[in-house]
């Protein structure tokens, strides 16, 4: 299990991760998404001990991964597949992982085989590599000390559909046979297939956490009102969170008839409103995101901008 406890990172004025609190639990697979710049690489490297928190603990199987005595036994980390030595060739790579670790000869080829680099790829110098292959390299690599905890930040970045298909293959079996899996990607539609459970982090905090089908199904209401804080307000009051969205808009974590029934008695008129769920992953990341989404429709640009 990876566990994250109230864990925040601050850079002087800058707050990379707030006060971020969640598990991903062993047999599932667990989505970690959000946009550029939430925080999700910070958490992810403060999981491995490679940024330390201003406060909280993130621990992998009950200890700190700094605390591990030989942690490529116990958790697989890839973070970025650019990161490998560009000089060295694939064999190599994973004949020095495996050396750290002590393991037999033969796992080297076994992960070769296992992420499809032929000998001849293998023997090639990693700066000759596409990225595909770079991914596929530390994908073996993480996975050679076959270890019960993966933590992977984007890996199907360079992987071609076929490659897509492969990897979430090998996660979902390595989840079934009770693995625990930290993942991190932009392909909301590859979360939303292999995921079993999602946290969404946005400008480092947790927006929402739960399991995939309880979150897709019980993303509750969506609305747009005249004056929205006062929407948010009478809907706090009833017991009811909600998370703004666009302009005037929020998503309410309750049906429609008792978001209609609050802001009818507190005299708020509505614009909209209509049920959220049922809009699939890509629409409720959205709608969980969008204060900090980038604009890029024509109206937002300044007069005389070129788009």
Same mark, same amino acid.
Request: no cysteine.
């Given at each position: 299990?990876?566990?994250?406890?109230?864990?925040?990172?601050?850079?002087?004025?800058?707050?990379?991760?707030?006060?971020?609190?969640?598990?991903?639990?062993?047999?599932?697979?667990?989505?970690?998404?959000?946009?550029?710049?939430?925080?999700?690489?910070?958490?992810?490297?403060?999981?491995?001990?490679?940024?330390?928190?201003?406060?909280?603990?993130?621990? %992998? *199987?009950?200890?700190?991964?700094? +605390? =591990?005595?030989?942690?490529?036994?116990?958790?697989?980390?890839? /973070? &970025?597949?650019?990161?490998?030595?560009?000089?060295?060739?694939?064999?190599?790579?994973?004949?020095?992982?495996?050396?750290?670790?002590?393991?037999?000869?033969?796992?080297?080829?076994?992960?070769?085989?296992?992420?499809?680099?032929?000998?001849?790829?293998?023997?090639?110098?990693?700066?000759?590599?596409?990225?595909?292959?770079?991914?596929?390299?530390?994908?073996?690599?993480?996975?050679?000390?076959?270890?019960?905890?993966?933590?992977?930040?984007?890996?199907?970045?360079?992987?071609?559909?076929?490659?897509?298909?492969?990897?979430?293959?090998?996660?979902?079996?390595?989840?079934?046979?009770?693995?625990?899996?930290?993942?991190?990607?932009?392909?909301?539609?590859?979360?939303?297939?292999?995921?079993?459970?999602?946290?969404?982090?946005?400008?480092?905090?947790? %927006? *929402?956490?739960?399991?995939?089908? +309880? =979150?897709?199904?019980?993303?509750?209401?969506?609305?747009?009102? /005249? &004056?929205?804080?006062?929407?948010?307000?009478?809907?706090?009051?009833?017991?009811?969170?909600?998370?703004?969205?666009?302009?005037?808009?929020?998503?309410?974590?309750?049906?429609?008839?008792?978001?209609?029934?609050?802001?009818?008695?507190?005299?708020?008129?509505?614009?909209?409103?209509?049920?959220?769920?049922?809009?699939?992953?890509?629409?409720?990341?959205?709608?969980?995101?969008?204060?900090?989404?980038?604009?890029?429709?024509?109206?937002?640009?300044?007069?005389?901008?070129?788009?």
């Amino acid at each position: 299990m990876i566990t994250i406890e109230s864990v925040s990172r601050t850079y002087g004025d800058f707050t990379a991760v707030d006060d971020v609190s969640f598990t991903a639990q062993p047999g599932r697979v667990t989505g970690f998404l959000g946009p550029n710049g939430a925080g999700k690489s910070t958490t992810m490297r403060i999981i491995v001990g490679l940024t330390q928190p201003t406060s909280g603990t993130a621990t %992998v *199987a009950g200890r700190r991964y700094v +605390d =591990l005595p030989n942690p490529g036994l116990v958790v697989g980390v890839l /973070l &970025d597949a650019s990161a490998q030595h560009t000089g060295r060739t694939g064999r190599e790579i994973l004949t020095i992982a495996r050396r750290f670790m002590g393991l037999p000869r033969s796992r080297v080829e076994e992960m070769l085989a296992l992420v499809s680099l032929t000998p001849q790829e293998a023997s090639r110098r990693v700066r000759d590599y596409s990225l595909g292959m770079r991914q596929r390299l530390g994908i073996a690599t993480a996975l050679i000390g076959e270890p019960g905890v993966l933590i992977l930040d984007e890996p199907a970045n360079g992987l071609d559909p076929a490659g897509i298909r492969w990897m979430r293959g090998l996660l979902r079996d390595f989840a079934d046979r009770g693995g625990t899996v930290l993942l991190s990607s932009h392909l909301l539609h590859e979360i939303e297939v292999i995921a079993d459970d999602l946290v969404v982090i946005d400008n480092g905090r947790i %927006v *929402a956490q739960g399991a995939k089908s +309880d =979150l897709l199904r019980s993303a509750g209401s969506m609305l747009r009102a /005249l &004056d929205r804080d006062v929407v948010a307000q009478a809907l706090l009051d009833s017991g009811v969170t909600s998370t703004p969205v666009g302009t005037d808009g929020l998503l309410a974590h309750a049906d429609t008839a008792k978001v209609g029934k609050i802001a009818f008695a507190a005299g708020a008129p509505l614009l909209e409103l209509r049920p959220a769920d049922g809009t699939g992953l890509e629409e409720m990341f959205l709608e969980l995101t969008a204060q900090t989404q980038r604009d890029t429709t024509s109206d937002s640009q300044p007069e005389g901008a070129v788009a």
